[in-house]
C-alpha cells in the first residue's frame, strides 16, 4: 500500500506547489484539501479563520482529542526553477517554505489514520492560513477554534533544508523566537550642517541609542537566556548639508519567552525615551508583537521523539536540538494549548532539499513525505492508544 501513497503523496505535494496561494487567500488550496479529506471520509468544517478548516476523525469511543497542524500559504516570491514540470503556475507566488509538502504529509497521516483505525478518539486535523504573515493561528482561535474542536494537545512540524533527509530534531522549551517589530522615532531640530549649534541632531542621538540598545542583551538579561535585538533600519529627512529634524529606527527583536520580551520591551523604551529627554527632543517608541515564541512543553517531548524514533530510527532522532531564532505561527496555538513542533530534515544537498526557505530556488523534498506522514500518524496512535 506505501508504495501507492508515496506516489499520492507526491502527486498531492506537486499540484500544490504548482499553484500555490498567500495568506488569507488560500481558496482554492482549502477546497483541494477539503476534498481529499472528505474522500478520505473525515468529516470537514471550512472557513475557520477565513480560509483556514479543521477535519474530523474520531475511531472508537474515546473522548481525548489532539490536533495535528499543516500550514497553507506561499510567498511572494517568483520562483527561480527553470526544469521544474511542477513550477508555480501563479506569477510571483511560490511555495518557498514547503508549506505544499507539509499539507501533504498531513493528508498522508489522515489516510494512514483511515485506513488503519489504529487509535482510540478523535484527531483534528488543523489546515491553518497565514502561517508567513504570523496571523492565521490567532485568526482561527479568535473564530472558536478550540471551543469548537478541543484537544489536550497540539502537534506540528516543519521542514529543515541543512538537515539529513528524513531526520528529526526537536527540543522541551523554546524551539523558535517569538518576534517583535518596533519603531523609534526622534523628533529633532534640523539646521545647516555648517551651524549644528542652532538645531538638535536627531542622527547623533540616533546613534547614541543604537548602542545603548545592544547593552540591553549584554547587561540587562540573564546570562542563561537569550534574545538579539537588531536595527535594521536607519531614516532621515536630511541632505548632503542639511542635518535632519527627523529620524525613525526600526527593527526587530527575538527571543523565548514572554517575560524576555517584556524586558526588551521596557528597556528599549526606557533608553529611547530617556536618551531623548538628555536632548531635549520629542520621542515616540512603537513595540508590536508579530510571532509568538514557540516553547515545546515538557510533557510532550517524549510522545513526539517515541513517534519519529519509531518512524526513523533511533540514531535519526535529536532530542535536544539547538533553538533557532526564525519564528513559527505555531507558537501562538502553543500558548492556547501544549504540545510539540519537531523540525524534518529536507537533505543537506542542494540537489536533494538543501536549498535554503524563503530561497527562490527551494524545493520540498518529496522523499520526505512519507516519513512525515507516518510520523504524525504515529502521534496519533501512541498520544491516543487504542485498547
Ligand atoms: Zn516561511
Ligand atoms: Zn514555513
Known sequence: MESTLQGQLTCWRQHLHQNPETG????????YVANILKTLGLEVHRGIGSTGLVANLTVGNGTR??????????????EHAPNRAYASLNAGKMHACGHD???????????????RRDFNGTVRFIF???????????AMMADGLFDRFPV?????????????????????GGIMASEDNFVIHIKGRGSHAARPHMGVDPIVIAAQIILALQTIVSRNLDPSLQAVISCTELITDGIRNVIP???IIKGDTRSYSKAVQTLLETRMREISEGICRTHGVECSFEYTYEF??????????DVAVQAARNVAG?????????????????????????????????????????????????????????????YFAEIARLELPAG
Open 24 to 31: 488569507f487567500e488560500e481558496v482554492n488550496t482549502a477546497e
Open 65 to 78: 482529542a489532539i490536533a495535528l497542524r499543516a500550514d497553507m500559504d506561499a510567498l511572494n516570491i517568483a
Open 101 to 115: 509538502g507539509h499539507m501533504s504529509m498531513m493528508l498522508g497521516a489522515a489516510r494512514l489514520l483511515a485506513e
Open 128 to 138: 491553518q492560513p497565514a502561517e508567513e504573515h504570523g496571523r492565521g493561528a490567532k
Open 152 to 172: 489536550h494537545a497540539i502537534f506540528g512540524a516543519h521542514n529543515m533544508p541543512g538537515m539529513q533527509a528524513g531526520t528529526f530534531a526537536t527540543r522541551a
Open 245 to 247: 529634524s527627523n529620524v
Open 292 to 301: 509568538a515564541p514557540t516553547v515545546n512543553s515538557p510533557e510532550f517531548l
Open 314 to 374: 533511533n540514531a535519526s532522532v535529536d532530542a535536544n536540538v539547538r533553538p533557532m531564532m526564525i519564528s513559527e505561527d505555531f507558537g501562538a496555538f502553543l500558548q492556547a494549548v501544549p504540545g510539540n513542533f519537531i523540525f524534518i530534515g529536507n537533505g543537506n544537498s542542494p540537489e536533494s532539499g538543501g536549498i535554503p526557505l524563503h530561497n527562490a530556488s527551494y524545493d520540498f523534498n518529496d522523499d520526505i513525505l512519507l516519513t512525515g506522514a507516518r
